[in-house]
């Protein structure tokens, strides 16, 4: 039997960097909760994102926010992964050594950035619903950074395999969609997240379902015997997994769940 349930958002469950959820998801994750099985939406955004786009439920279900470095319930902390101070500034002087990339550093509180670009702060403010404070200097500012990342609107895949080859020894590097790059932690991981519930809450891979597209999904895959790429997934994502679910624009995530439910 089912107990925990957790699912992407972007590019799983509604278009990368948009708030254009099918709310019938909502009734679901009552009705999941109902018959004992938890919800728990697992991003590489910020709390206050994924919470806002879930506010009807949010007091029903689980945040896996940063790609698995702050998880909260109801809100309370289960766990925060801060990232080594000397390793950030390191990373932060070669995020902005790279041509057309912008730098977004995350704490538990607000993401922080040093530009004032309007197009910019619209995406992350209108599309990913983030909390935002720009700065002058990220690094001259007292912050516990829990995830850093590489926006580049041209998209990444130009820089990802150099990125995550100089990175990827250090800290966990992982490509976080088309246009995004992220930082976080080497310990720091959504299968990470998964397991902690897991342990808290008494429940087994067999009793977990999962659900991705990307490369930040694929820690989760591997704790949960019951784990779905939806249909545009990346081939990594699609070999991992045990499962297939429809496209993204085709409510994969939510057909699959209803199927469960019975409906």
């Known amino acids: 039997m089912i107990k925990l349930i957790a699912s992407d958002i972007d590019g799983t469950l509604l278009p990368e960097g948009t708030d254009r959820i099918n709310r019938e998801i909502f009734d679901v994750i009552l009705k999941l909760k109902e018959q004992g099985i938890m919800f728990a939406a697992a991003s590489g955004r910020q ?26 319930c109801r809100g309370y902390q289960m766990s925060a992964s801060v990232m080594d ?3 950030t500034e390191d990373v932060i002087r070669y995020i902005r050594g790279l041509d057309g990339c912008f730098l977004t550093a995350s704490c538990t509180d607000a993401m922080y950035i040093e ?42 895949h130009d820089i990802a395999e150099e990125t995550i080859k100089r990175w990827g020894d250090k800290m966990h590097v992982t490509v976080a969609g088309d246009i995004w790059i992220d930082f976080m932690d080497k310990k720091t991981d959504k299968g990470n997240a998964i397991k902690t519930i897991q342990e808290v809450m008494h429940i087994l891979p067999e009793e977990t379902m999962v659900f991705g597209d990307n490369h930040n999904d694929l820690g989760m895959m591997k704790r949960a015997v019951e784990s779905y790429a939806v249909a545009n997934a990346q081939p990594a994502v ?11 624009v085709n409510d994969g995530v939510l057909k699959v769940l209803k199927t469960l439910l019975g409906e």
């Open 115 to 156: 530009t004032a670009d309007e197009k910019f702060g619209r995406l992350l403010t209108e599309g990913y619903h983030n909390k935002i404070k720009i700065v002058e200097d990220v690094l001259a500012e007292d912050l516990d950074i829990i995830k850093m990342s590489i926006y580049k609107e041209t998209g990444i």
């Open 238 to 248: 699609i070999e991992a997994a045990n499962n297939l679910a429809d496209k993204n």
């Open 47 to 72: 709390y206050n994102s994924i919470y806002e786009l879930f506010q009807p439920v949010a007091h029903e279900m689980i945040f896996i926010c940063e790609n698995g470095a702050y998880v909260n």
């Open 85 to 87: 101070r000397q390793m």
